[in-house]
T-cell receptor, first 117, second 111 residues
Framework: EAEVAQSPRYKITEKSQAVAFWCDPI?????LYWYRQILGQGPELLVQ????????DSQLPKDRFSAERLKGVDSTLKIQPAELGDSAMYLC???????????????FGPGTRLLVL | QKEVEQNSGPLSVPEGAIASLNCTYS??????FFWYRQYSGKSPELIMS????GDKEDGRFTAQLNKASQYVSLLIRDSQPSDSATYLC???????????FGTGTRLTVIP
């Protein structure tokens, strides 16, 4: 069964350092999402791509976060500089249909757990 | 007002009992509803989706949707210790493709 891949699984960094996370969605999935999940809360959307285009990045802190999906396949999420409050699980998800797909299931990767010291 | 609200629990039930998890949402235009299970330190995995009013059953799980009351629930019959996890309710609004999640309800099934 195809899965969403993410790396690294764990990352410890010091504040003010740069970190990057990678996601490879399920093959053929047009839509890719990055969510952030703070401990004890539900995931919150950071950015959504349809193919290589950003559909929604309204909740992405653009002064320090950036995301790209250059060829419409895998994606990278970067934080620079990292802050203590960025400690969280970063989840990547993908779904098959383009934006507007009714009821389309999102499949989550294993996540990257980030700890900023 | 939060988009999706859940009782954070913890909810404890004895093994073999029925666990009832509830969720309310604020946007009446929401069209798709999902229940995800998340074990500690793991990512969410889909249990069920429901789109129409009424009940939808899948094995030991039953999702119930009442759009008039803006209410979604998940029933787990014959609860097992392996069902102990956090259950996330997620809602897809009509104008967006992303999911809005509740904070999750932590369920503990006691052997």
């Amino acid at each position: 069964e195809a899965e969403v891949a993410q790396s690294p699984r764990y990352k410890i960094t010091e504040k003010s350092q740069a970190v990057a996370f990678w996601c490879d969605p399920i093959s053929g999935h047009a839509t890719l999402y990055w969510y952030r999940q703070i401990l004890g809360q539900g995931p919150e959307l950071l950015v959504q791509f349809q193919d290589e285009s950003v559909v929604d990045d309204s909740q992405l802190p653009k002064d320090r976060f950036s995301a790209e999906r250059l060829k419409g396949v895998d994606s990278t999420l970067k934080i620079q500089p990292a802050e203590l409050g960025d400690s969280a699980m970063y989840l990547c998800a993908s779904s098959r249909t383009p934006r507007g797909g009714f009821g389309e299931t999102q499949y989550f990767g294993p996540g990257t757990r980030l700890l900023v010291l | 007002q939060k988009e999706v609200e859940q009782n954070s629990g913890p909810l404890s039930v004895p093994e073999g009992a029925i666990a009832s998890l509830n969720c309310t949402y604020s946007d009446r235009g929401s069209q798709s509803f999902f229940w995800y299970r998340q074990y500690s330190g793991k990512s969410p995995e889909l249990i069920m989706s429901i789109y129409s009013n009424g009940d939808k059953e899948d094995g030991r799980f039953t999702a119930q949707l009442n759009k008039a009351s803006q209410y979604v629930s998940l029933l787990i019959r014959d609860s097992q210790p392996s069902d102990s996890a956090t259950y996330l309710c997620a809602v897809k609004k009509m104008e967006a493709n992303n999911l809005f999640f509740g904070t999750g309800t932590r369920l503990t099934v006691i052997p």
